[in-house]
């Protein structure tokens, strides 16, 4: 099946899209609750193959489905077949299009959301710590691909700066220190892995602000 992402940023947040890029939306047991957002899955069809990234939900699609950007359908069938049989994967260490990049949310009092950008492979925890609370913390994932929990509590809770421990479902596990509070987007210099070569077919900027407001939406129509 394919859809068109349109202006909408996805259930994911990582929009909007390209017309010409290749996306993927998955049904609830794919996307995980969101722990699936910004991974890559190869699929396979009648006319050829095509690397997706997952940036949606379709609560409507039947488990072991995947639905297409249409730029990405048109690669592996023709679009007049409007579905295909298929076989996809998910991609273990894609190349990257730049160093991790976070997003920073904290609207909801004693709380922060944070979503981690050009990580790659699925990821598998995203943890913090804060010297003013004295041990590492798991934050759990949302179902539009954040990362949240609650703040240790302080006289002033969104000064000082926080680590940020990222580990993804193949065994990377990398280190940002210093990470403000105050901040809403922070470009990292830290890369999730090496990969052999960068990511060409991603033409969004990785950063593109986009507030945790104004995203969401029921995923794609199917």
């Known amino acids: 099946m394919f859809y068109d992402p349109g202006r909408a940023v996805g259930s994911c947040g990582l929009g909007p899209f390209p017309s010409g890029g290749w996306y993927a939306s998955l049904p609830l047991d794919g996307y995980a609750g969101g722990a699936a957002c910004g991974s890559y899955l190869d699929v396979r069809g009648?006319?050829?193959?095509v690397r997706a990234e997952v940036v949606d939900v379709c609560t409507t699609c039947a488990p072991w489905t995947v639905d297409l950007s249409r730029a990405a359908f048109a690669r592996i069938a023709d679009l007049r077949s409007g579905a295909a049989a298929v076989t996809a994967a998910a991609v273990t260490d894609p190349p990257l299009p730049g160093p991790l990049v976070l997003r920073l949310d904290t609207g909801v009092p004693g709380r922060l959301a944070v979503q981690v950008?050009?990580?790659g492979n699925r990821l598998a925890?995203?943890?913090?710590?804060q010297a003013w609370g004295g041990h590492w913390q798991r934050l759990a994932v949302d179902p539009d691909g954040y990362w949240s929990g609650r703040l240790a509590a302080r006289p002033h809770p969104l000064r000082g700066r926080?680590?940020?421990?990222?580990a993804d479902a193949a065994g990377h596990r990398v280190?940002?220190?210093?990470?403000?509070?105050?901040?809403?987007?922070?470009?990292t210099s830290t890369w999730m892995y090496r990969a052999a070569r960068p990511a060409v077919h991603r033409s969004r900027p990785p950063w593109a602000a986009v507030?945790?407001?104004?995203r969401g939406g029921p995923g794609c129509p199917g």
């Open 125 to 129: 925890s995203v943890e913090i710590y």
């Open 175 to 187: 280190l940002v220190n210093g990470v403000a509070l105050t901040a809403t987007a922070v470009r």
């Open 211 to 214: 507030t945790r407001a104004a």
């Open 117 to 119: 950008l050009n990580h």
């Open 162 to 166: 926080i680590r940020v421990r990222v």
């Open 46 to 49: 009648p006319a050829g193959q």
